[in-house]
């Protein structure tokens, strides 16, 4: 894994930067590519590169150039089939200078041009600049595993792998986006291409990007595309061939993402998903004995250390526990916010620091994670209330809102927005209260409303899952960056694109049932792993929230939510800010880890956000 940066000049005038601009962004990204770093400008266009070495370790650098040096390329990934594709590859004549997996990525497009995307299977965020068609073509992975950033700005096109890469470039201004707030408010974070940041765009998952001719076009080239409904078709397959097939790809997935010349271990939480992981890691590795890492708290409320511990004994693994005390959340929280470049409504990002850091600290680059399991295969409570059909809301103005934001009334995600637009309302400051329809998240579709159109609530649910929680939120400011933080890797075993094809193929009715959520998966992991895990009920990872900071009365804390600063900064109302403030100091208070948003930590955060980037007030 590694970090890529650079910038194009669209005017045609030349780069006038100088070397210490592209070094300046590149070094934002030292965390990413702790080992090497690589630079190359010519023809109008900066490429910098930090690399982390897993695969091919004496000879992967970049950038790479192909035989003539006509194309080159940064990259920031895994290709888990770049085997198969180097073969048929050197069967057509291409010669290969390095023994790295992405290379793979410079002669296929030299073969397919961007269609080479269709060939991939892997993690991935790269820049290839062609020479010959004076074009910069940019592509991230089908499930946004890896981000990618970019800017337009002063007569220059500007990306990265972090956003503050993209910031370390001088024709890029520093404002907060408003749009992207109100999207952390609405949503369980920010949704692509939105960030939080004025002018600063992420490429979506599945998509690509092209510069030629002074001109910016992005394009998708996949989704996740649900069958549309239809009675009457042939019978589905026996139950157990989903079973079977799950297990056999997701054994496959696994296998693909043990690859690399540095250790592999994983995180193992105590739930199915990350068991079943450790489980096919163990049957997987040959006489390796893995190693296996787990967050432990003192609260018992919220400590799986028992089902942790229960599960790194059946397999054997060599397991490391890191305890997360309450002062931890305190400690990291700043930081985390620096590398998560967004505003939260949970602390769990800090326990996901203090894992990775584990991990680095033991030698391990490499984890494999359960990550992605619940949005594939039902695993979150509300897809239970989905078995029912469609629902109204009952409220003319909520159906109308969800037919702007989602192209069909009957569509339910979450909560009734309608009610929550108002609601949320009165935690902005009175001037962007009185202009949100200039910044509202919900005044236009949030996805594309074709993918929904004529699925089953189940698979919409999923879907909608996929694209607000799980690609910009889960996989990026929770995943790739609390890993990155510390140098390390994460992989995905649920996200193999086979094994998300057939996913969508699984009926709903072996998903989800009235009284469990992910059956199949549960199917597939028995003789694995042990019942008492298959059987538990879903625990949630989550830690304390903003009214165990409050109590603490912490100096940096108070200051960022004192009265006289949230009126100055001008984002919310400091009369609300004070009323959460007391209200969340109530001896005992929580917010509802299901049914509440933690408001107040969204406010606190945002203030990080504000000062570690050198934000404007509002």
């Not at 018992?300 to 004994?313: K, P, T, V, Y």
């Not at 996805?447 to 799980?470: A, I, W």
């Amino acid at each position: 894994m590694c970090g890529v940066t650079g910038y194009l000049d669209l005017a045609g005038t030349g780069l006038a930067e100088g070397d210490e601009v592209l070094d300046r962004m590149t070094a934002t990204l030292l965390h990413r590519g702790p080992d090497s770093g690589g630079r190359l400008v010519r023809d109008g266009v900066a490429l910098g590169f930090r690399r982390l070495s897993i695969v091919g370790l004496d000879d992967g650098d970049q950038p790479i150039l192909n035989e003539d040096g006509s194309i080159a390329m940064v990259c920031n990934g895994e290709i888990f089939n770049h085997r198969e594709l180097r073969a048929e590859l050197e069967a057509k004549g291409h010669r290969f200078r390095t023994r790295t997996d992405v290379e793979v990525i410079v002669h296929l497009y030299e073969e397919y041009g961007t269609g080479l995307l269709e060939r991939l299977n892997g993690q991935f965020a790269f820049a290839v600049h062609d020479t010959r068609r004076r074009r910069l073509f940019l592509a991230r992975d089908q499930m946004g595993i890896l981000p990618l950033y970019y800017a337009v700005a002063g007569g220059r096109f500007v990306f990265g792998s972090e956003i503050k890469a993209v910031l370390a470039h001088p024709a890029v201004p520093r404002r907060a986006d408003l749009t992207g707030l109100d999207q952390v408010l609405t949503f369980p974070g920010t949704v692509g291409p939105r960030t939080l940041f004025e002018g600063v765009s992420s490429l979506e998952n599945g998509h690509f990007l092209l510069v030629e001719d002074g001109a910016v076009r992005t394009e998708k080239y996949w989704d996740l595309d649900y069958p549309v409904d239809a009675p009457g078709e042939p019978a589905e397959h026996p139950d157990r061939y989903y079973v079977d097939t799950v297990r056999e790809l997701l054994e496959q997935s696994v296998r693909r993402r043990l690859q690399a010349d540095v250790p592999v271990g994983y995180y193992l939480s105590g739930g199915l998903d990350s068991s079943l992981i450790g489980a096919l890691v163990h049957r997987n590795s040959g006489a390796t004995v893995p190693r296996s890492f787990s967050i432990t708290f003192p609260d018992r409320g919220i400590d799986e250390s028992r089902h942790q511990r229960l599960m790194a004994r059946h397999l054997g693994s060599e397991h490391t526990e890191t305890e997360f005390r309450p002062g931890d959340i305190a400690a990291r929280l700043r930081g985390m916010v620096g590398h998560a470049e967004c505003p939260v409504k949970e602390t769990y990002n800090t326990c996901s620091m203090a894992l990775s850091a584990a991990v680095r600290d033991s030698g391990t680059r490499v984890v494999l994670t359960g990550e992605g399991a619940d949005e594939l295969f039902a695993g979150y409570l509300g897809y239970r209330f989905d078995l029912g059909g469609r629902r109204t809301g009952g409220d003319p103005f909520e159906e109308e809102l969800r037919r702007t934001v989602w192209g069909d009334p009957h569509v339910f995600y979450e909560r009734d927005y309608h009610a929550w637009r108002e609601s949320k309302l009165d935690l902005y400051a009175p001037a962007l209260r009185d202009a949100h329809a200039e910044f509202d998240c919900l005044a236009g579709p949030v996805v594309d409303p074709e993918m929904l159109r004529g699925r089953h609530p189940v698979h919409q649910r999923s879907y909608l899952d996929f694209k607000l929680r799980l690609a910009d939120h889960l996989l990026s400011d929770h995943g790739d960056r609390m890993a990155l933080a510390n140098s390390v890797e994460a992989r995905y075993p649920f996200l193999d694109p086979d094994l998300v094809r057939f996913a969508t193929t699984v009926p709903p009715r072996l998903k989800v049932t009235a009284s469990t959520e992910k059956y199949v998966l549960k199917e597939a992991a028995r003789g694995l792993v042990p019942e008492e895990i298959i059987n538990r009920e879903k625990f949630g990872f989550r830690a304390q929230g903003s009214p165990a900071l409050l109590r603490e009365r912490i100096d940096w804390v108070e200051d960022l939510l004192s009265y006289d600063r949230i009126k100055r900064q001008g984002y919310f109302d400091p009369d609300v800010v004070e009323h959460l403030k007391e209200q969340y100091r109530r001896p005992g208070y929580e917010v509802h880890p299901h049914l509440g948003d933690d408001l107040l930590l969204v406010v606190l955060t945002f203030g990080v956000l504000l000062d570690t980037f050198s934000l404007p007030d509002a």
